[in-house]
């Protein structure tokens, strides 16, 4: 009894929000008390948004356009929409969901009246206008509005406050100025946006973000802003998936919070440009986040230290310098620069694979590997394995002390040089949260600036052992190995964590739900896979439990790299468009068969009908030949129109799927298990 009281206060909760009133105020507002007869005149459409609402504007990112349909008296013309800069949109947590308008806002349109309108009459403008309001749920909004204004001969006057407000939007509307030169290039995968004043110039923009008018930006993700280092910006924006592919302009609006003019008016900069020949575009390195790179590249170096593979042989090989240089104070520490130098040397060559491969990526478009759902989710795994490492689930790098011994106990500088390379390669195993940001700076920074992050890292890991071997006396004050160090390790591990959370939110965004979904479950796979391989090959084990720990361990990990490994799109993939009752009643009278997927993320049965069903090559292809729409109803999210439609047909629950074959009145209605057979046979259906 309990348990249903529960569903009833859910669903009670859920249909709330539809039920309350709208949370967005429509209205009509004239700029001036009267018109003129043949004078345009501007009109705005007044939106108040309650505390946390908003609506969309021209390229909505999600959500809905708002729209206006004018019914005019005769002779009257209204001009399109005059969009004034959106603002970017975020949900409670902080994920970009759109863009558009909060609070009171007002949208102008320019309404032409016809020159033989005779003055002491009242006209009567009438618009029809539709919105999405969002909050935590979505809820569409109409509105059938109107205005009255009288005609008159004289200049009007100004409507009060509310007119002064519409000729201050009206002014502001975006519009390029001569004093600022934009231009744009493009690859495949993102474009570079370029602003610089045309003289010196006082006022500085700040918090720069481009709208584009067409959805060729990918709205969700962030923006690089970086300054030239002559007054200008260089922006590097991500192409959306979704947007037109062959357009040769960029088309949209570069926001900026302090506005572009001196006076901090305008705040949004009308951008339409064509795209010129691809070229690099060298942003002025700010020094600031250079240090600030150095800082932390050289304290991950030191933190290196004091990984439990590395910190106990720390006091030995100082000791070994002094072993091996006798009484000579001048010998220890040469031994201490050459192990130092060990160091750098191999930090340098990994700078240099690196720099190589980012020299051949430029051709090959390694500059966007994160851009790649194959190098992402690749990533992804190897740092989840490297967590579950640090985690304790199981342990390598331990034995690594152990190797290059031969080269170790080599006397003279050479010993101390290869133990340098030897103290790099025990410490790569436990680098994994300190390495990344030096990756990131050789993938993205000049190749001379990558160069000095690893010489950064190579010095924090170098300088405990040359400081050691000026002062060897001081191993004493070395705190002891024991416990502490296992748990500052496990401790580490969560960084990791958050940066794999990281990678699936950048590979959510690449790939469709279905294939995020396989994506999952692989890392869950990988994690088993590593804990057969840590549970099974335990000190003491025997050799057969070892070998079926490692054989165990490769297999199930293969199993969760071939089952997560994103699918790039194929030409022959059913794409879906949104459902609607209009959208069927127009492939209706085109005759077309369609097919409807009331579907939802949650629904597990959902995504293994679809799993089953359109992964056959022979669903793509009969669809293909037949021409099928294909809608998808997603009530992920709750909407009161696909749950009237549902009601329809006296359903509550999804999956359901229906069929629409030319000349029937009604649909087929799918079973809720589907099969590739069952499908094909339905759009058989006589």
């Known amino acids: 009894m309990k348990f249903t009281r529960l569903l009833i206060l859910l669903a009670l909760a859920g249909w709330l929000p539809h039920l309350a009133p709208a949370q967005v105020e429509a209205s009509l507002v004239g700029a001036d008390k009267t018109i ?4 345009p005149f501007t009109v705005a459409l007044r939106l108040q948004h309650d505390a946390h609402w908003h609506t969309y504007w021209l390229n909505p990112g999600t959500g809905l356009a708002t729209n206006i349909t004018w019914q005019l ?15 970017i949109l975020k949900d409670r947590v902080g994920n970009v969901i759109g863009n558009g308008y909060e609070g009171d806002q007002l949208i102008p349109v320019t309404i032409t009246p016809p020159s033989e309108l005779p003055p002491g009459t009242t006209v009567v403008l009438k618009a029809n206008v539709d919105w999405l309001m969002c909050e935590d749920v979505c809820m569409p909004g109409d509105a059938n509005l109107e205005l009255s204004l009288p005609v008159a001969n004289e200049i009007p006057a100004a409507n009060g406050k509310l007119g ?63 300054s030239d280092g002559s007054g200008g910006f260089v922006l590097t924006l991500d192409i959306s998936p979704d947007g037109p592919q062959d357009t040769s302009q960029l088309i949209g609006v570069l926001a900026s919070e302090n506005g572009w003019r001196a006076d901090g008016s305008l705040r949004g900069l009308r951008v339409e440009v064509p795209f010129t020949a691809a070229t690099e575009v060298t942003a002025a390195p700010d020094s600031t986040t250079l240090a600030g790179t150095l800082l932390l590249a050289f304290i991950g170096g030191l933190i290196l230290n004091l990984m439990p593979c590395v910190f106990p042989v720390l006091g030995i090989k100082i000791l070994g310098f002094v072993n091996q240089a006798g009484s000579d104070r001048r010998k220890v520490v040469a031994h201490g620069l050459v192990f130092a130098l060990g160091v750098l040397v191999s930090f340098w060559a990994l700078a240099g694979v690196l720099g190589v491969l980012r020299a051949g990526g430029q ?22 394995v490297f967590a579950l490492n640090m985690s304790g689930l199981f342990e390598f790098g331990l034995s690594a002390t152990g190797v290059g011994s031969n080269l170790q106990m080599k006397s003279g500088f050479a010993g101390s040089f290869f133990t340098g390379i030897l103290a790099t390669v025990v410490a790569t195993p436990c680098s994994a949260p300190f390495l990344a940001p030096a990756l990131g700076a050789a993938l993205a920074l000049p190749v001379a600036q990558s160069f000095i992050v690893f010489t950064a ?98 297999v199930v990990a293969g199993l969760g790299i071939c089952t997560g490994w994103p699918q790039s799109p194929s030409a022959t993939d059913i794409t879906w468009e949104k459902w609607s009752p209009e959208a069927v009643a127009e492939f209706r009278t085109e005759n077309r068969i369609i097919y409807v997927d009331f579907t939802a993320r949650w629904c597990a049965t959902c995504q293994t009908n679809k799993k089953l069903v359109f992964g056959s090559d022979e669903v793509k292809r009969v669809f293909r030949e037949k021409n099928i729409a294909t809608l998808k ?20 629950a999804v999956p359901f799927n229906v069929i629409w074959l030319p000349g029937k009145t009604d649909p087929v209605i799918l079973p809720e298990l589907l099969t590739a057979s069952s499908v094909l046979d339905a759009l058989n259906t006589p």
Do not use: C
């Not at 003129?36 to 004078?39: D, L, N, Q, R, T």
């Not at 008296?73 to 603002?87: L, N, S």
């Not at 004043?197 to 006022?203: F, K, L, Q, R, V």
């Open 164 to 226: 002064d407000r519409i000729d201050e939007v009206v002014s502001g509307l975006p519009v390029a100025l001569d004093s600022w030169k934009v231009t744009a290039s493009r690859t495949a995968k993102t474009i570079t946006l370029v602003v610089k004043p045309t003289s010196d110039a006082a006022h500085i923009p700040t918090a720069l973000h481009f709208f584009a008018d067409d959805n060729l930006v990918a709205y969700e993700l962030p923006q690089t802003v970086k």
């Open 363 to 384: 051709e090959l478009g390694w500059g966007f590997q994160l851009q790649s759902p194959a190098f992402v989710f690749s990533l992804a795994v190897l740092l989840l």
């Open 457 to 554: 890292i190579a010095l924090g890991l170098a300088l405990p052992y040359l400081l050691l071997s000026i002062f060897p006396s001081a191993v004493k004050v070395l705190p002891r190995p024991g416990a502490w160090m296992e748990t500052f390790k496990q401790f580490m591990a969560f960084p990791l964590y958050a940066t794999v959370g990281y990678l699936i939110w950048v590979l959510a965004g690449q790939v469709n739900e279905g294939s995020m979904l396989m994506v999952l479950l692989g890392l869950v796979l990988v994690a088993m896979g590593v804990w057969f391989y840590g549970r099974w090959r335990i000190p003491g084990a025997s050799t057969g439990r070892m070998r079926f720990g490692l054989l165990a361990g490769l």
């Open 73 to 87: 008296p005769p002779g009257f013309t209204a001009g399109p929409i005059q969009w004034p800069a959106p603002v």
């Open 633 to 652: 109803a997603d009530w992920t999210m709750q909407d009161p129109q696909i749950t009237a439609e549902l009601a329809k047909y006296q359903r509550s």
């Open 36 to 39: 003129m007869p043949g004078e």
